[in-house]
């Protein structure tokens, strides 16, 4: 008896395996699939989720994309909360909102520094509520080569464009994950992917904001929560943030439009999609990056002239 149950064991053992194999599998095939057919559909067929009434708070809202993000967020019904280190901007975007009958708040906080961070949030949570949409929107760029920067302004990017986004996280997810409902969204950027002369900090910070980003998903996949984790990675944007910057290559890599990159990027965050790349060109170019050998990538970035689009960098005029 005791030999029949110790041979039934190890059978037992392996057939569990062979299942566990072909869930693997189907799953493993059933999202490439899903993937495959996602990507090829025209943009705004998948179903969207509702986002009115639900409490959506953006950082960088003072202009450019944030600002945007707002008022785009604020048509959906959405209760709009805004944050901004420049306080007269932002009260710009809130008159805005409010004028289109938005529920919307502006609140003046400087990402670079946590204890503002956790001090506006607790000021969010007690006047507003619990924030069902994290959209960590706000960046700064120096536009400057790596011995041409200042030690402040590099920590300052760093500050920003990745460290913010722990606190922020740290702030709202905690609520998120007890509904076990909710989303965090981050503004990432091409940068992010592959690095480009001029913008050895910018990058530096994007890699890292991707890489929160790609941590943070993994987490909630091993918690078994349903908060979704999008990154969105645009290529250069015509927001005067990057102004003078030029590229070589407008067919496959174009300077995108603000308006473009708002509306795709609402709508990855209403498909709950867990990465945006635009163009869909550069999606062709990820891969390619993760497959080549370094000296092959470089050949290609040369040719697309990618190397050579920070040369006559501008940057937005300071505002007050």
């Not at 190890?10 to 699939?33: G, R, S, T």
């Not at 349903?226 to 070589?248: A, E, L, Q, R, S």
């Not at 407008?250 to 990159?261: A, D, G, K, N, R």
């Not at 993760?290 to 050949?299: E, H």
Request: proline letters at 3%.
């Amino acid at each position: 008896m005791a030999t029949e149950t110790a041979d039934q064991a190890p059978a037992a053992i392996i057939a569990h395996q062979i299942w566990e194999y072909l869930c693997v599998n189907f799953w493993f095939l059933y999202y490439i699939i899903e993937g495959s057919v996602k990507a090829l559909l025209p943009w705004g067929v998948l179903p969207r989720k509702s986002v009115k009434g639900k409490v959506v708070l953006i950082t960088g809202t003072g202009s450019g994309l944030g600002r945007l993000f707002a008022i785009e967020f604020g048509k959906l019904g959405a209760r709009v909360v805004c944050w901004d280190v420049n306080e007269k901007l932002n009260q710009e975007t809130l008159s805005i909102l409010k004028k289109d009958g938005v529920d919307a708040y502006a609140y003046t906080v400087d990402v670079s520094k946590r204890a503002l961070i956790y001090e506006a949030a607790d000021r969010v949570k007690a006047e507003v509520g619990d924030v069902d949409i994290l959209f960590n929107n706000a960046g700064i760029v120096s536009g400057k080569k790596l011995f041409e920067n200042s030690d402040e302004m590099m920590e300052l990017t760093m500050a920003v464009n990745t460290t913010a986004l722990f606190f922020t996280t740290k702030a709202f997810l905690p609520k998120m994950l007890e509904r076990n409902s909710g989303h965090v969204v981050t503004l990432a950027s091409m940068a992010g992917k592959s690095g480009t002369a001029g913008l050895v900090d910018y990058c530096a910070s994007k890699f890292g904001a991707v890489g929160f980003n790609e941590s943070l998903r993994a987490e909630m996949v091993a918690l078994g929560k349903d908060v979704h984790v999008t990154t969105i990675c645009p290529y250069y944007i015509n927001t005067g943030m990057f102004d003078g910057v030029k590229t070589h290559s407008p067919t496959m890599l174009p300077i995108l439009e603000p308006s473009f990159v708002v509306e795709k990027s609402v709508e990855a965050i209403l498909t709950n999609q867990e990465e945006l790349i635009l163009p869909k060109f550069a999606y062709s170019l990820n891969a390619f990056v993760g497959m080549l050998p370094i000296k092959a990538t470089q050949v290609v970035a040369t040719y697309l002239g990618v190397n050579r689009t920070m040369d006559h960098f501008v940057g937005k005029a300071k505002t007050n």
